[in-house]
């Protein structure tokens, strides 16, 4: 049995921009359980160049990564979209456990169930080297992004 978890498909303009920004918004909060829920329990993940299936792999993988990339501030930004599948562009912020400043560039194919749950998660990322001066991100971090803060494209990303 699952619990729906809205805007579900068949998208539209607004239901898939509207999940987009869920998404962000669950990531920039930093809660590995938290966000595992967006998932079904046996939801599949390439991220980067790790594969794996399943909630708790989700929790283990975020717990992990969020560790590691401290500061983390992320924008997401609709690309295309169909009835169940959702396509974005992203980049995050975060500073390493020496203290360097990096952007992570990349895109994410999503595959939703009938219940608004995501199924399949397809990521390529890369990162860039940045100076602190050269961020672009200035939020509090583990907030959501402000509603007045540039996207991805107005920020020429």
Same mark, same amino acid.
């Given at each position: 049995?699952?619990?729906? =978890?809205?805007?579900? %498909?068949?998208?539209?303009?607004?239901?898939?921009?509207?999940?987009?920004?869920?998404?962000?918004?669950?990531?920039?909060? =930093?809660?590995?359980?938290?966000?595992?829920?967006?998932?079904?329990?046996?939801?599949?993940?390439?991220? =980067?160049?790790?594969?794996?299936?399943?909630?708790?792999?989700?929790?283990?993988?975020?717990?992990?990564?969020?560790?590691?990339?401290?500061?983390?501030?992320?924008?997401?930004?609709?690309?295309?979209?169909?009835?169940?599948?959702?396509?974005?562009?992203?980049?995050?912020?975060?500073?390493?456990?020496?203290?360097?400043?990096?952007?992570?560039?990349?895109?994410?194919?999503?595959?939703?169930?009938?219940?608004?749950?995501?199924?399949?998660?397809?990521?390529?990322?890369?990162?860039?080297?940045?100076?602190?001066?050269? =961020?672009?991100?200035?939020?509090?971090?583990?907030?959501?992004? %402000?509603?007045?803060?540039?996207?991805?494209?107005?920020?020429?990303?």
């Amino acid at each position: 049995m699952s619990t729906d =978890r809205p805007p579900l %498909p068949p998208f539209t303009l607004d239901t898939a921009r509207q999940k987009v920004r869920a998404a962000e918004d669950g990531w920039n909060g =930093r809660n590995p359980e938290r966000v595992s829920m967006a998932y079904t329990e046996d939801s599949v993940w390439r991220n =980067r160049s790790e594969f794996f299936q399943g909630r708790p792999a989700i929790v283990a993988f975020l717990t992990r990564k969020w560790a590691s990339e401290r500061d983390y501030r992320l924008i997401k930004e609709l690309w295309a979209f169909t009835d169940n599948r959702i396509a974005v562009r992203f980049a995050y912020e975060y500073q390493d456990e020496a203290g360097a400043w990096f952007r992570a560039y990349g895109n994410e194919n999503w595959e939703f169930d009938a219940h608004g749950l995501m199924r399949v998660r397809h990521a390529s990322i890369n990162d860039v080297t940045i100076s602190a001066e050269g =961020r672009l991100f200035h939020w509090p971090a583990g907030t959501p992004r %402000p509603a007045d803060h540039a996207g991805l494209s107005d920020l020429g990303l």
